[in-house]
């Protein structure tokens, strides 16, 4: 056979037609493309869809847990709502209610432990005299009745 070309075709062909050894160039070009572009948007799906739990842990907050298990469940579920919920619960500084509540209840479990009749070496008071002297004993039988 001849090497020579047909005379109605190119003397030089464009890069995206393959060459007669069927290597095609541009084909693997875009597939390494492709799946580059894939692992790049998922690598942004997921940082979007930590954004609640990564804002959450960064500020500390005490709803933190429930941050996590919303993204969780908005994973699994594919409901936006569970991720939009914690979205705004990471946003929302809520109050911290544990420590006055802890303070009541060691004050309350102070005042049952203390037995009833006894003053505690805090409470001790020097008797009184004057006129708040009749006022006095009427507080203490007070305490007695109710104990």
Same mark, same amino acid.
């Given at each position: 056979?001849?090497?020579?070309?047909?005379?109605?075709?190119?003397?030089?062909?464009?890069? /995206? *037609?393959?060459?007669?050894?069927?290597?095609?160039?541009?084909? #693997? *070009?875009? %597939?390494?493309?492709? !799946?580059?572009?894939?692992?790049?948007?998922?690598? &942004?799906?997921?940082? &979007?869809?930590?954004?609640?739990?990564?804002?959450?842990?960064?500020?500390?907050?005490?709803?933190?847990?429930? #941050?996590? #298990?919303? %993204?969780?469940?908005?994973? /699994?579920t594919h409901m936006h709502i569970f991720w939009i919920a914690g979205l705004l619960l990471a946003m929302i500084d809520l109050p911290d209610f544990g420590t006055p509540m802890r303070s009541i209840a060691d004050?309350? +479990?102070?005042?049952?432990?203390?037995?009833?009749?006894?003053?505690?070496? +805090?409470?001790? *008071? +020097?008797? *009184?005299? %004057?006129?708040?002297?009749? #006022?006095?004993?009427?507080?203490?039988?007070? !305490?007695?009745?109710?104990?």
């Amino acid at each position: 056979m001849s090497e020579q070309l047909h005379p109605a075709a190119p003397h030089h062909l464009p890069f /995206f *037609v393959p060459g007669a050894d069927g290597a095609d160039t541009l084909m #693997v *070009v875009m %597939g390494v493309f492709l !799946v580059a572009t894939l692992l790049w948007a998922g690598t &942004l799906y997921w940082k &979007l869809h930590s954004l609640p739990e990564r804002m959450a842990h960064k500020s500390q907050k005490l709803q933190m847990e429930i #941050v996590a #298990v919303l %993204g969780l469940i908005s994973l /699994f579920t594919h409901m936006h709502i569970f991720w939009i919920a914690g979205l705004l619960l990471a946003m929302i500084d809520l109050p911290d209610f544990g420590t006055p509540m802890r303070s009541i209840a060691d004050s309350v +479990e102070r005042i049952a432990n203390a037995t009833p009749g006894t003053l505690s070496a +805090e409470a001790k *008071v +020097e008797p *009184v005299t %004057g006129a708040k002297a009749d #006022v006095q004993p009427s507080i203490r039988q007070g !305490v007695h009745d109710h104990a």
